[in-house]
């Protein structure tokens, strides 16, 4: 994934932008940037790769390198950026979040009638952010550079700007799948992926952009330059999985929505019966556990951590040299409350199942430390397509989603002609997919959320939202 911040302001606010993206740093862990706008010095720009350590260690000493009245920054889970361009549209530094699925076809394009060329990165690659810029320089200002540029780009592009005047532009992608938020402050405007960052640095909500909406922000003022769309296809994982807890987007707050999301799956259990003689419900943390806080306050069963991460002399991205050694860490880091495990019949709630492979390990874990039984529950639908808009999911293919995987080992390739049956807990091939799953993954039993019931605790208009990766709907 991904996450920009920026200020428009009229005094220093290097301290606020620094702020502003760490608080961003829970969505992306490979590369993190800033730049800023001082009337003297002009655009300047600092990337740092944050996979070994995180935002603030990085950049905690760029207050002594860069200075500017209006600044920005990034957390990214894909290219270095922000990059500082020089074009007919003068010279400016950019980020997105999102990504760029069509981009080979879009760089032989370019380079077919511009004569230019690209910076490669290793093995060919080029910085996606790079062609995004390419694709605005070739308009005649920014609003026209912006909008050919997501009619051209297949996938996602949120965008914001630093232009050498010191303004932002910032840009809601086309379908509205991320959020971008502005942020009004005594001294300016902040414009941010996640509300609550400008929220702690005392600016007041002004307002969300709609879809491919874009606007200009300067210390006095926020212009629209384009109007917003009116489809919209904000992704459904926002609240159920990326967003942060403390975040609202299109008036849900995260929070809110885990623990109704819960509440419905217990409410499904309860109906059908399932799962009766638990004797604690917990959350595989850190995200599913609002969902399971929901689960046990709708089913009356003791909500309680059977196990915590220690996390504290950990990096959250320390990665050893080997995969034996990385899965020594990763079960370093889960200490046991025995007290809490040995014989006792668990019901855990993760946000979503993906590959699986974390999860099971999770499991083999609490029986290993004595538990009883250990049943499972998804906070959403079973993944059935590896999203295609945006790179939050490290799934590189379909059959890498351990749903689809196990539909082709039931029945090859003619199972995936019946996905939706398998999504469907109370048909027969629901049936089979969750008890498969189980018994490659030790679960005693497994349940998913309903996409009706995802749909229903999210509570905007079904329309208005992505559910491509559970039901491949465009």
């Not at 981009?103 to 077919?112: K, P, V």
């Not at 999985?241 to 309860?270: F, H, Q």
């Not at 629901?430 to 498969?436: I, L, P, S, V, Y």
């Amino acid at each position: 994934m991904g996450g920009f911040f920026g200020i428009a302001s009229s005094r220093d606010s290097m301290l606020d932008t620094f702020f502003g993206v760490d608080y961003h740093s829970h969505l992306g862990t490979k590369r993190a940037g800033m730049a800023a706008w001082d009337p003297k010095i002009g655009l300047q720009r600092k990337i740092h790769n944050i996979e070994n350590a995180p935002f603030r260690t990085k950049f905690e000493h760029i207050f002594e390198e860069m200075r500017g009245t209006s600044a920005m920054g990034c957390i990214s889970d894909a290219d270095p950026q922000p990059l500082l361009i020089r074009s007919s549209l003068g010279t400016y530094a950019i980020c997105m979040t999102g990504v760029i699925q069509n981009a080979d076809a879009l760089i032989d394009q370019y380079l077919s009638f511009s004569g230019g060329h690209f910076d490669s990165m290793t093995g060919g690659r080029i910085n996606q952010t790079e062609l995004l810029a390419a694709l605005i320089n070739q308009k005649s200002n920014f609003a026209e550079g912006i909008r050919f540029a997501q009619k051209s780009i297949e996938g996602t592009a949120s965008i914001l700007i630093l232009k050498d005047d010191g303004r932002l532009i910032a840009a809601r992608d086309r379908a509205g799948r991320l959020p971008v938020q502005i942020g009004r402050g005594e001294d300016g405007y902040a414009v941010s992926f996640e509300s609550f960052a400008y929220q702690k640095l005392g600016y007041e909500d002004e307002r969300e952009l709609g879809s491919g909406e874009i606007v200009e922000i300067s210390p006095d003022s926020c212009v629209q330059l384009s109007p917003p769309l009116k489809e919209k296809k904000i992704c459904s994982f926002l609240w159920s999985y990326y967003g942060y807890p403390t975040s609202t987007y299109e008036g849900v707050n995260v929070e809110e929505m885990r623990y109704k999301n819960g509440a419905i799956m217990a409410e499904a259990d309860l109906a059908a019966g399932r799962a009766k003689d638990i004797d604690y419900v917990g959350g595989v943390p850190d995200s599913g556990t609002p969902h399971a806080i929901g689960y046990a306050n709708r089913s009356g069963r003791p909500f309680a951590r059977a196990f915590i991460k220690y996390t504290p002399t950990w990096s959250r991205s320390f990665m050893p040299a080997t995969q034996k050694d990385r899965d020594k860490i990763a079960k370093m880091k889960q200490i046991p409350v025995h007290a809490l495990i040995q014989g006792k019949k668990l019901l855990f709630v993760d946000d979503s199942i993906v590959r699986g492979t974390q999860l099971r390990e999770t499991v083999d874990f609490l029986y290993e430390n004595g538990a009883q039984e250990v049943h499972i529950r998804s906070a959403c639908p079973p993944i059935m397509y590896a999203c295609k808009y945006l790179n939050f999911s490290r799934s590189n293919s379909d059959m890498e989603l351990i749903a689809r995987r196990v539909i082709v080992e039931l029945e090859g390739e003619d199972g995936l002609n019946h996905i939706r049956e398998y999504a469907d807990g109370t048909t027969e091939r629901g049936k089979r997919m969750r008890e498969a799953i189980c018994e490659k993954m030790h679960f005693a039993s497994l349940e998913f959320q309903s996409l009706e019931g995802v749909l229903q605790a999210i509570g905007i208009n079904p329309c208005e939202l992505c559910t491509y990766c559970w039901n491949g709907e465009e």
